[in-house]
């Protein structure tokens, strides 16, 4: 499809009366979206589809098939390996991929919007790990990285931004990457602390909270040797509306994005070939995975759409508790390779994290 049609197709009114972008297929831009690359349908970055998923389009080869193949193998059906299904809970959930009608070849990976049941979300995408290139990457790519966060390899993680609310004014402030990579040694505490700050007290709630889960994934580390991730970040959120805590029911975060019915893309006609974990994390072919799903008699993956929808929906009927106050999921895995030995840069940067809260904490 030329691009000159990737427009928006219309303008809608919310109900809060502020103006929404329309896209293809009745896709919005994701509006709490802190960090990543703008790319997709008129650069817009992450989309958020009608049935409430969040839409990342491939990146180029080799790093988007990389990364789909990634998810492929940790959620398939068939997957026995025990250490890759304990990363499941790591993960958003994983959808397979979809494509525009009008625009087929472009695929997206379908993933849960794990902000989706938070009133208020306050989030935060942290960049995971002693450096940010990974090992096939050339010496220019590796300098102009370095370049970028000299301080990568003693800190071990970089803010790429974060969104936080604020009570008194019934409004978020944001920071980007610059911000993060202005902050150094002595600041870096400062600078996670702004994140838990609605403006009147420190969320402490909120960091304990976040502490026990990225211990969970630093358990999951420790416990496994056969991936190296580069270049990945935690996506941190926690609920900034103090009116939602202990409450029986909770809305979406965006009230212009109800849950409505959409359909899923179907690989059945994705002519190319399913290559192994191995092959795929280690090559740089132009390849697509095919997910494989259960069909139904109408020849769709995955089953039906209602059944799909109320599988995507589950999270938004659960009881919204203190465990449910935070999440802290895995994201970017467009530079994730199979090892032998622990990912010992990923586990640095868990660590330093850590120690940095738990220090917000004592303070």
């Known amino acids: ?31 709490h979206q802190v960090a990543g690359h703008k790319c997709g349908i008129n650069n817009t970055g992450v989309l958020q ?103 990568m390899e003693e800190i071990g993680f970089l803010l790429l931004g974060m969104r936080v609310y604020q009570i008194d004014s019934d409004s978020y402030i944001a920071h980007d990457q610059l911000y993060g990579r202005s902050l150094g040694k002595d600041t870096i505490k400062n600078g996670l602390t702004r994140f838990f700050h609605n403006g009147q007290e420190l969320q402490r709630h909120a960091v304990s909270l976040i502490i026990s889960k990225i211990r969970s994934i630093l358990r999951w580390f420790e416990s496994q040797t056969q991936l190296h991730f580069y270049a990945s970040s935690l996506l941190l959120v926690y609920e900034g509306s103090p009116h939602t805590i202990n409450e029986s029911r909770h809305e979406p975060a965006d009230p212009g994005t109800e849950h409505q019915q959409g359909e899923p893309q179907s690989n059945s006609n994705n002519p190319h070939e399913a290559l192994s974990f191995q092959s795929s994390l280690r090559h740089s072919h132009p390849y697509c995975h095919v997910v494989q799903h259960e069909r139904n008699a109408n020849g769709k993956c995955g089953g039906s759409v209602k059944e799909k929808d109320a599988e995507i929906g589950k999270g938004d009927k659960k009881q919204f508790g203190q465990e449910e106050a935070v999440e802290v999921k895995m994201i970017d895995f467009a530079h994730v390779f199979p090892s032998n030995c622990p990912d010992e840069s990923y586990m640095y940067g868990l660590r330093n994290l850590l120690s940095t809260l738990e220090q917000i904490l004592k303070d």
Not at 3 to 31: A, H, I, M, Y
Not at 84 to 101: S, V
Not at 112 to 138: H, L, N
Request: proline letters at 8%; hydrophobic letters at 30%; glycine letters at 4%.
């Open 1 to 31: 499809m030329d691009s000159s049609f990737r427009k928006l197709e219309k303008l809608e009114n919310n109900k809060n009366g502020t103006v929404k972008q329309v896209l293809l297929d009745g896709c919005v831009p994701f509006s």
């Open 49 to 151: 589809h009608p049935d409430g998923t969040i839409l990342k389009q491939l990146q180029a080869p080799p790093r988007g098939p990389r990364e789909m193949n990634f998810y492929t193998q940790v959620f398939a059906k068939d997957c026995t390996d025990t250490r890759l299904l304990e990363l499941q809970q790591h993960l958003p959930k994983f959808y397979g991929t979809w494509a525009p009608r009008e625009s087929p070849h472009d695929l997206y990976l379908k993933l849960e919007d794990v902000t989706r049941r938070f009133f208020r979300p306050c989030i935060m995408d942290v960049k995971i790990g002693r450096r940010s290139y990974d090992p096939f990457a050339s010496s220019d790519k590796r300098e102009e990285q370095i370049s970028k966060y000299p301080l």
